[in-house]
């Protein structure tokens, strides 16, 4: 695309309706955009993001995930990545959790996600209406197994699963600890979440990784290694 195309491009605005293709190519000719979605053929452009309310629990979730994803070889975990779900939805979502081979999703030539990952995190801090409704059912339209929405505002956590086409509500086991149905081994205290103990988090993580749920889950994924 030629400098003079980029600059006859209109600005990427929230409310805009476009195609995917027109989406990405003018987020393309806005690198200041640092995050962007198409959601039901409805742009949103995220607003500054605030340090308690979102990057300091951003940076939590992305703790726990990545210890998760290193203590699992075949499990990737992902920073706000662009999402390519469908002809009308392409979020980017602040947290994925997928499986690198044999998954739902597969990384494109132009390095995308493309497909549903298995887990997706959002941190709602302004955001809960599209969160918990436009974005919930695009996400369980398209078959993203296991749905985190942590809302910081009003700390509350909520951990969807996906069960016959429904998100269905996970609850706690007695000690307070969510266990994840695809992801055996990754637990979260949500107690300690929602205090951002993020050291009793990890401690609890920790348990999990040492299970032994977790041990035939590594060894079934290095089996179904290409």
Known sequence: MTTERLLKLPPLES?????RA???RRYAAMPAVKNAELIEGVVYVASPLRA???????AAMMTWLGVYSAATPGIGSYDTPTVRLDADNEPQPDAVLR???????TISEDD???????LIVEIAASSASYDLHD???VYRRNGVGEYLVWRTYGQQFDWFTLKDGIYEPLAPDQQGIFRSVQFP??????????????????AVLQRGLATSDHQAFVESLSTSQP
Request: glycine share 12%.
């Open 15 to 19: 409310g805009d309706r476009l195609t």
């Open 22 to 24: 027109e989406f990405e």
């Open 52 to 58: 308690k309310a979102h990057g300091q629990p951003h």
């Open 99 to 105: 499986f690198e081979q044999n998954g739902q999703s």
């Open 112 to 118: 995308y996600i493309e497909g549903a990952p298995e």
């Open 135 to 137: 974005k919930l059912r």
């Open 185 to 202: 081994g990754l637990w979260l205290p949500g107690n300690a979440l929602l205090s951002e103990n993020l050291a009793a988090v990890l």
